[in-house]
């Protein structure tokens, strides 16, 4: 009962059940008004669909959502429960590292996330189907608490992630 009611709340997205895009910026905010008094980076990281146009063309609008779970369950997978990931919109996530040990380890990340999520998919549409392969693009922003621009880092983020291939 305790999980229905936590993902029945507006803070989490009914399709994927991380948190919604509204509230994955609002923990961003928080963090970094919470930080400011407190010395240190963070990062955030954009992954990305870069083919959900040519997906959701091979296997209609209900696939191409199946696909968005499957991709959110493995990046949930990577990214383990330590830093809270969310939807950003469809086919496009957020992780929120609040504490960056250090600039490799978000590397070694992002490596891992990128190398997970590419993997071929394969759906749950009871006919022998070719398995999907997933272009995904991966990008960072680091968040400096003290003068970061919110909206600036996502945009950051989300620009270099549709620049790797």
Not at 40 to 69: D, M, P, T
Not at 89 to 100: A, D, F, Q, S
Not at 115 to 128: I, K, R, T
Request: charged fraction near 25%; charge should be positive.
């Amino acid at each position: 009962v305790e999980q229905t009611r936590k993902f029945d709340s507006s803070e989490f997205d009914a399709l994927t059940r991380l948190y919604s895009s509204h509230a994955i910026v609002r923990k961003m905010i928080k963090s970094a008004r919470r930080k400011r008094w407190i010395p240190g980076e963070g990062a955030i990281i954009i992954v990305k669909l870069l083919n959900a146009e040519l997906i959701g063309r091979q296997i209609g609008v209900h696939g191409l959502s199946q696909v968005y779970v499957k991709l959110a369950n493995r990046l949930v997978n990577v990214v383990g429960g330590m830093d809270p990931v969310g939807n950003y919109y469809g086919g496009c996530y957020l992780v929120l590292i609040e504490k960056m040990h250090s600039a490799d380890n978000v590397e070694g990340l992002m490596r891992r996330i990128k190398q997970a999520l590419s993997e071929p998919l394969q759906m749950d549409s009871g006919v022998e189907s070719e398995p999907l392969m997933p272009k995904i693009g991966v990008g960072q922003a680091k968040l400096s608490f003290s003068h970061t621009d919110v909206d600036a880092a996502l945009y950051k983020a989300q620009r270099d992630a549709e620049d790797t291939v």
